[in-house]
């Protein structure tokens, strides 16, 4: 059974530092990976999607990775700004499956 | 577009009661699903369509029905209301050739 594990639970930076979120899968045998973003009380917003053949997918400061051998993927978020709090999940497809296996994600927090 | 729409937003429920919660796409998606999300657990998934006419279970099935008569909606059916069905339920859409996935705003149940 597929399980995403994201990792800090929780992240608080201030203003302006290059950070990186962690994900993590058990089984390699996926067909995307997604990044989503969601603000408190609101639905999820797609940032990033790599496809099992891609390494890394970029979207203006953000650039996702992804090594499906290792089972990890990454979230790199440059030059940090507090429009940026919110909570990050990752999801990964499986090839067999039309569903998305979720993190718990991680909520960031930037501060002025 | 107006992309994926839920209704209601907030709902409030006795144990036993029933209700619908509503789903709505205008982007001509095949692929429509439901998700719960539960502090800690993440977003797992309930119900799936794959067009029309076709559905099938989630990880979650229990306690809920869905129908698909047409490709905009997909309304999620509680018959009989528990406790352990107070989540905040999304909805969400992808074309079949895209593994994006677009989700609505969220209802938020609770039940009593």
């Known amino acids: 059974k597929q399980e995403v594990t994201q990792i800090p639970a929780a992240l608080s930076v201030p203003e302006g530092e290059n950070l990186v979120l962690n994900c993590s899968f058990t089984?390699?045998?996926?067909?995307?990976l997604q990044w989503f973003r969601q603000d408190p009380g609101k639905g999820l917003t797609s940032l990033l999607l790599?496809?099992?053949?891609?390494r890394e997918q970029t979207s203006g400061r953000l650039n996702a990775s992804l090594d499906k051998s290792s089972g990890r993927s990454t979230l790199y978020i440059a030059a940090s700004q507090p429009g940026d709090s919110a909570t990050y999940l990752c999801?990964?497809?499986?090839?067999?499956?039309?569903?998305?296996?979720f993190g718990t994600g991680t909520r960031l927090l930037v501060s002025p | 577009n107006a992309g994926v729409t839920q209704t209601p937003k907030f709902q409030v429920l006795k144990t036993g009661q029933s209700m619908t919660l509503q789903c709505a796409q205008d982007?001509?998606?095949?692929?429509m699903s439901w998700y719960r999300q539960d502090p800690g657990m993440g977003l797992r998934l309930i119900h799936y369509?794959?067009?029309?006419?076709?559905?099938d279970q989630g990880e979650v099935p229990n306690g809920y029905n869905v129908s698909r008569s047409t490709t905009e909606d997909f309304p999620l059916r509680l018959l009989s209301a528990a406790p352990s069905q107070t989540s905040v339920y999304f909805c969400?859409?992808?074309?079949?050739?895209?593994?994006?996935?677009?989700f609505g705003p969220g209802t938020r149940l609770t039940v009593t």
């Open positions: 999801a990964v497809a499986a090839r067999s499956f039309q569903k998305l296996v």
């Open positions: 969400a859409s992808r074309q079949s050739e895209s593994y994006e996935q677009y």
């Open positions: 089984d390699s045998a996926i067909y995307n």
């Open positions: 982007m001509n998606h095949e692929y």
């Open positions: 790599i496809q099992s053949s891609q």
């Open positions: 369509s794959v067009g029309a006419g076709i559905t």
